[in-house]
């Protein structure tokens, strides 16, 4: 599967990121939701890159509030979703922190 890439974002910038799991979603409704956040040598900087205090569940989306990050930097996003049925789904993203 293709990883998805957001666009650029500059460093001070702070919005919600989307995860849209319809295409591999029967009818069923997510239950849980968990994502990490790596930086480009392997370190989780989960806590320094999202606010999980702000992420939400949205029908077939999962919601994320990133923030921060270091220019010049491509962060790799892993979202796992669970459902109400037990299936289990992974969808990971880019986003790279570019100050212009």
């Known amino acids: 599967?293709?990883?998805?890439?957001f666009g650029n974002k500059q460093s001070y910038e702070e919005y919600?990121?989307?995860f849209d799991f319809v295409r591999l979603m029967e009818s069923s409704?997510?239950?849980?939701?968990?994502?990490v956040v790596l930086?480009?040598?392997?370190?989780?900087?989960?806590?320094?890159?999202t606010d999980e205090s702000k992420n939400e569940i949205s029908n077939s989306k999962i919601n994320v509030?990133?923030?921060?990050?270091?220019?010049?930097?491509?962060?790799k996003f892993?979202?796992?979703i669970g459902?109400?049925?037990?299936?289990?789904?992974?969808?990971?993203?880019t986003l790279k922190v570019l100050d212009l």
């Open 1 to 5: 599967m293709k990883i998805q890439a």
């Open 16 to 18: 919600f990121i989307s």
């Open 29 to 35: 409704q997510i239950t849980s939701a968990t994502v």
């Open 39 to 49: 930086d480009p040598v392997g370190v989780d900087v989960t806590s320094t890159l």
């Open 65 to 75: 509030f990133v923030r921060g990050g270091i220019s010049g930097k491509t962060y």
């Open 78 to 80: 892993t979202c796992k």
């Open 83 to 93: 459902t109400e049925l037990g299936e289990c789904y992974e969808m990971d993203a």
